[in-house]
């Protein structure tokens, strides 16, 4: 952690040893705001630039708690800080000076990432073992829509071959068929993201559909062992 003040009505920048460490410069040089600058990732550098305006303009700093920015350095890594300032004391009485603090991150962030993939590769690992065992059941459940579309396109196929073919009928069939192929593919889909690794997001769910789908899942194994499910 390096520490730094910036006086306003001069743009004096000091900067302690360790401020240099962090932004990779020699400390034979005499900081100044464009140095510091020149490190800051293109991304942040419209946050960076509002925090030393306000003290610039002599404007009190309202941004008093931690803000998290990036350093990119010459060689293209990226650098995490966590940095926070506020107006000097009363021995700095009568010139807008700003004190702060600034702490690299970087190891933090990294253990941070490293720790999420490790927890998305387990989830991964649960979902897949999970769906091991419910292979039966997805294949039940997969079966199902797709009898449906036989049986109603077996049907539509004597209504339409009669000498007075049957419309009304023949349309009811085929929206089954539409909704039984709607379903069947919704199962594919939903389990294949469960086969997707990557990162957990989170949505809103609808946990009357959770509790639906999974009732369709367990029926066969419901059927097995004797069990009455009442939702």
């Given at each position: 952690t390096g520490s730094y003040?910036?006086?306003?009505?001069?743009?004096?920048?000091?900067?302690?040893?360790?401020?240099?460490?962090?932004?990779?410069?020699?400390?034979?040089?005499?900081?100044t705001l464009d140095m510091a600058l020149q490190r800051v990732h293109p991304d942040d550098r419209d946050l960076w630039l509002?925090?030393?305006?306000?003290?610039?303009d002599g404007r009190p700093v309202d941004d008093v708690g931690l803000v998290e920015y990036r350093l990119m350095m010459p060689d293209g890594r990226i650098k995490f800080i966590s940095s926070l300032r506020a107006l000097a004391g009363p021995e700095f009485d009568g010139v807008a000076t700003?004190?702060?603090?600034?702490?690299?991150?970087?190891?933090?962030?990294?253990?941070?990432?490293?720790?999420r993939l490790a927890q998305a590769d387990l989830a991964h690992v649960s979902r897949v073992n999970t769906m091991g065992e419910?292979?039966?059941?997805?294949?039940?459940?997969?079966?199902?829509?797709i009898t449906a579309v036989v049986t109603n396109a077996n049907a539509c196929l004597r209504f339409l071959s009669?000498?007075?073919?049957?419309?009304?009928?023949?349309?009811?069939?085929?929206?089954?068929?539409?909704?039984?192929?709607?379903?069947?593919?919704g199962?594919?889909?939903?389990?294949?993201?469960?086969?997707?690794?990557?990162?957990p997001h989170r949505e809103p769910v609808d946990v009357d559909e959770v509790v639906r789908d999974t009732v369709v899942l367990l029926e066969g194994e419901a059927r097995r062992y004797k069990v009455s499910i009442r939702s």
């Open positions: 003040t910036f006086t306003a009505l001069s743009r004096e920048v000091s900067w302690t040893a360790e401020m240099f460490r962090i932004y990779e410069y020699d400390e034979s040089q005499r900081p509002r925090l030393v305006g306000a003290a610039a700003v004190i702060g603090s600034t702490m690299d991150v970087t190891d933090r962030k990294n253990a941070e990432d490293a720790l419910l292979t039966a059941a997805l294949a039940h459940e997969v079966n199902q829509p009669g000498d007075a073919p049957d419309l009304d009928e023949a349309r009811e069939a085929i929206n089954a068929i539409v909704q039984a192929g709607r379903r069947a593919a199962i594919v889909s939903r389990t294949r993201e469960l086969f997707r690794k990557g990162v």
